[in-house]
């Protein structure tokens, strides 16, 4: 099936939906469980499988002291590197990443409007604009986890915005100033969205656990977990 078809102008939360709705977390975050429908996840992982085969393959960054992320990456519209954006990956082979989907665009202003809806209306006002430029795709294996860290490497401090698929993890999402408490671990499913903005924009935030084998049927992930993160980078 197209993009179009998947991701109409017109995309609205399936009826599954959580009856919860949209969950204000802290100030600009907001999580919208079951956003994603089961046929837009197996979709977007198939797009997952042909991004991971280049040009930039999937890798696990390594970071300044040396140490090898345990989650692995492969990245579209910029190159992210610790702690840096480039065009080419400079520290895989040097080749220019992949374009920024058009339709990852509207999906993502559409996903602003799904989190605005009945908890932040301040990010409804920032929905028509957004325009995302790079995506940090990430696959969590059995035992991989990201630590507590801001996403500050970019120059616009408009929201991020996060999408699951497969195995359901522990999000921890903190505050502004430090890596310990206060937090809140937050059950991310497949199908979840995840937005933050405004007052946490830059908020620590981690995935301290996976939860293998909870993959949902039909989603396209047998094992393990997709987690798309789109940014303005704010780079010319």
Known sequence: ?????????????????????????????????????????????????????????????????????????????????????????TDVNGLPVLDFPDWMVRLGRKALEAASSGADPSLSGLSAKYTPDAALVNFYSDGAAMGMHQDKDELSDAPVVSLSIGDECVFRFGNTLTRTKPYTDVHLRSGDLFVFGGPSRFAYHGIPKVLPGTAPDGCGLSGGRINITMRVTGLS
């Open 1 to 89: 099936m197209s993009e179009d078809a998947l991701f109409p102008r017109e995309l609205v939360a399936p009826a599954d939906v959580s009856p919860s709705g949209p969950r204000e977390i802290a100030p600009g975050a907001v999580h919208v469980p079951g956003w994603l429908t089961l046929e837009q996840q197996q979709w977007i992982v198939a797009r997952f499988e042909e991004w991971s085969q280049g040009p930039v393959p999937l890798r696990a960054a390594t970071l300044p002291g040396g140490r090898r992320m345990s989650v692995r990456t492969v990245c579209l519209g910029w190159h992210w590197q610790p702690y840096r954006y480039t065009r080419e990956a």
